[in-house]
C-alpha cells in the first residue's frame, strides 16, 4: 500500500489573490451604493411635495390669485419635522415649494433644499391666472442646492 502526504487545501497566494479582487470590486461598487442608498431615502422626501403640490395646482387652475409666501396652507409649523428626510416644508410666493433635507447623514444633502417649481404652458413659472401645466422639480434656477446625483429620475432638471 502506498501512502501519499497530499494535503488539500489553498496556498496563501490564491487566498490573497481572491482577497484582492473582492476588495477591488467593494471598492469600485460600495460608492454607487451609497450614492442610489440617499436616491432611494430623497425619493421619500418627494412625497412632502404632495400636499402643497396640490393646493398650489388647484389654486392656480381655478384662476386664484397667489396668497403670498408662507400662506398657502401646506407648510410646516417651525421646529417640527415633517418626516425622517424633511425638516421643514415652505412656500414662496409663486408658487415654489421648498423642502429642507435632513436625516441622510451626509453634508452633501443634510440641511440643503430641493424645490418644486409650477411652470405654465410656456415653460416659466406660473403667475396670478395662469395655469400650471407642469413642474419644475430639482433645479438650481429655484433654489435647490442638492448635488444633480443624488436626486432621483423623475426629479432631474
Not at 25 to 50: C, D, H, W, Y
Amino acid at each position: 500500500m502506498r501512502r501519499t502526504n497530499r494535503q488539500a487545501g489553498f496556498t496563501i497566494i490564491e487566498v490573497m489573490l481572491v482577497t484582492m479582487i473582492i476588495g477591488v470590486l467593494a471598492a469600485l461598487v460600495l460608492p454607487s451604493i451609497r450614492v442610489e442608498t440617499a436616491r432611494v431615502k430623497m425619493s421619500e422626501a418627494l412625497l412632502a411635495f404632495g400636499t402643497c403640490r396640490n393646493m398650489v395646482t388647484e389654486l392656480y387652475n381655478s384662476g386664484g390669485d397667489s396668497p403670498g409666501a408662507g400662506s398657502w396652507g401646506c407648510e410646516s409649523p417651525a421646529g417640527v419635522p415633517v418626516s425622517v428626510y424633511v425638516d421643514s416644508v415652505r412656500t414662496e410666493e409663486n408658487g415654489t415649494i421648498k423642502v429642507q433635507l435632513r436625516g441622510f447623514n451626509d453634508l452633501r444633502i443634510d440641511v440643503h433644499d430641493l424645490t418644486l417649481a409650477p411652470l405654465d404652458n410656456t415653460g416659466n413659472l406660473a403667475v396670478d391666472g395662469s395655469i400650471v401645466r407642469r413642474w419644475r422639480c430639482g433645479s438650481i434656477i429655484d433654489g435647490t442646492d442638492v448635488p444633480a446625483k443624488y436626486l432621483p429620475g423623475s426629479c432631474r432638471g
